[in-house]
């Protein structure tokens, strides 16, 4: 019998994290993979944020933090902000955690009861799901319409809504969708929460600055700027910086839930490192042209993966408004039959099939809320991006 607890059981483990160990046995099998699996960019941290963390260890910044950051890095946080959304916040309003995730997991585990309903447009990060089950909620899915590229409506929203319910996530920019909701959109979505008062809108802008042809990512908190108290708003250094291990995401948030999130986090982790706040503190302070810079050649490596996919027989794929994540569609290969003489039937097949025969590693679409669909990260080098177009090609045509 298994010593796990019920509630543990029930926790599911992330969908990439099991997809990287696959790939990893078939690389000790001697495999060559190219793996546009992960959620992660091909970019180095910015040489002035390693020198900064460097430099802070050096300087004996080697101890205990302030639990919800030290006020260097919540300056910066604040003047984030600022610049990116033109809001502003008290240091008592901001707490700095280990990465996004863990923000997110303590705003439920300070305001869920057993029970208690987290509405998560889908498609969508499963990890949400797990962080609501984790603090005693159920994580409530709602399909978002692919006509409406995969966003959540109000009308859908109203619907979802029961006395239960007492988050909503906004993921703007959408992993793995691509997706960017505008500022009415959700101002729209925020006219629904407004009629709601027991309802929190969780604001994930971990995207935020992956947003192409020049739009902006808005943030509900600017397009409903009443529903303040009701607002956490969090993103984080991982992606925007590629600083996914350094591990610093920040939450906005009314003070009292801060002060609350803050004791949570004191016991589960006492602060976030030391070194890692003084590198997130000169990625947010600092220079911002990488941000530009980087995604001028994400830009162009969307383009063409966008156009080598929809070379391949079968599959389809619109270009994301955002994010680093390629959606494709795998419709038009789907009850088709491999060289081996197997049928593929879901998104998962399709993956499987091409691991297997071309080493293209490709998520499959199925754990985030998307059947037939497999989701291709372009933050790889571009010579990748072009034997990927090659080899899924080659893959897609020898299917009868
Ligand atoms: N939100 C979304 C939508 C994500 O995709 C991820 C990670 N892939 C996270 C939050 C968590 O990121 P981190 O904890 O590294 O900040």
């Not at 483990?13 to 099991?18: G, I, T």
């Not at 003047?79 to 916040?89: D, I, M, S, V, Y």
């Not at 006492?270 to 947010?284: D, E, H, K, V």
């Not at 042209?289 to 080598?308: P, Y």
């Amino acid at each position: 019998m298994s010593s796990a607890q019920p509630q543990a059981k029930s926790l599911h483990s992330s969908p990439a994290a099991a997809f990287r160990r696959k790939v990893l046995e078939l690389r000790s099998q001697g495999r060559t993979i190219i793996d546009m699996t992960a959620g992660d960019l091909d970019f180095p941290t910015p040489p002035h944020v390693v020198e900064a963390a460097v430099a802070a260890a050096r300087a004996g910044e080697t101890r205990y933090t302030n639990v919800d950051g030290t006020p260097e890095l919540k300056d910066a946080v604040r003047e984030h902000f600022r610049r990116q959304n033109g809001l502003e916040f008290e240091r008592s309003e901001i707490i700095v955690s280990n990465g996004s995730s863990q923000a997110i997991a303590t705003a439920f585990a300070v305001t869920l009861k057993p029970g208690d309903e987290v509405i998560v447009p889908s498609p969508c990060w499963a990890t949400y799901h797990g962080q609501a089950s984790l603090a005693g909620g159920v994580a409530v899915p709602v399909p978002c319409a692919q006509n409406n590229g995969f966003k959540l409506r109000p009308e859908d929203l109203a619907r979802a809504i029961t006395p239960r319910t007492r988050w909503i996530i906004v993921n703007n920019p959408v992993n793995p969708t691509g997706a960017v909701y505008t500022h009415a959109e959700l101002g729209g979505l925020c006219e629904v929460v407004r009629q709601h008062p027991g309802v929190r809108v969780l604001a994930d802008n971990l995207y935020e600055h992956f947003v192409f042809d020049g739009a902006r990512a808005v943030t509900p908190l600017e397009a409903a700027p009443d529903l303040r108290g009701r607002m956490v708003t969090v993103s984080g250094v991982a992606k925007s910086y590629s600083m996914t291990g350094w591990r610093i995401g920040y939450a906005a948030a009314p003070a009292d839930l801060v002060a609350e999130m803050t004791k949570v986090q004191y016991l589960v982790t006492s602060c976030t490192s030391s070194i890692s706040q003084a590198a997130a503190t000169a990625a947010l302070a600092g220079p911002q042209a990488v941000l530009t810079e980087r995604l001028a050649i994400l830009q162009s490596k969307r383009d063409l993966a966008v156009s080598l996919v929809n070379g391949c027989e079968g599959l389809s794929a619109a270009p994301p408004e955002g994010t680093f994540y390629l959606c494709i569609s795998c419709a038009g290969v789907i009850g088709k039959r491999t060289p081996q003489g197997r049928v593929l039937n879901t998104g998962e097949d399709v993956s499987d099939h091409l691991l297997g025969t071309v080493g293209i590693a490709l998520l499959p679409g199925e754990g985030y809320g998307l059947p037939h669909y497999v989701r291709m990260t372009f933050a790889v080098p571009t010579e990748h991006i072009h034997a990927a177009g090659r080899l899924i090609g080659e893959a897609c045509a020898a299917l009868t």
